[in-house]
């Protein structure tokens, strides 16, 4: 199993920026694929950014130019670099792992984009 714990969430003001983090509980060397997706009440999850085992990421296009996905294996964490931020990034944001054909996800961290 993978666990994950995300941080770094919190209240920031329009165009402005936040860094979130995703602890696993095993080496990121291990897991297929990591990614960041967010959710706001009353929509689905939607994928933010990915990233394979092999260094290669794709982004969706309403972040692109913005946030930027990397990792640090030693920590066997992910980030999630959040620039330019704009209200309508305010959501839960969460981590996923896939790691042999299951899917792990975090509990979620709160941004919130406003004045």
């Known amino acids: 199993q993978v666990q994950l714990v995300e941080s770094g969430g919190g209240l920031v003001q329009p165009g402005g920026s936040l860094r979130l983090s995703c602890a696993a509980s095993?080496?990121?060397?291990?897991?297929?694929?990591m990614g960041w997706y967010r959710q706001v009440p009353g929509k689905e999850r939607e994928l933010v950014a990915g990233?394979?085992?092999?260094?290669?990421?794709n982004y969706a296009d309403f972040v692109k130019g913005r946030f930027t996905i990397s990792r640090d294996n030693r920590k066997n964490t992910v980030y999630l670099q959040m620039n330019s931020l704009k209200p309508e990034d305010t959501a839960v944001y969460y981590c996923?792992?896939?790691?042999?054909?299951?899917?792990?996800w975090g509990q979620g961290t709160q941004v919130t984009v406003s004045t």
């Open positions: 996923k792992a896939d790691w042999l054909s299951e899917q792990y």
């Open positions: 095993r080496s990121i060397f291990s897991i297929n694929v």
């Open positions: 990233m394979m085992n092999g260094g290669s990421t």
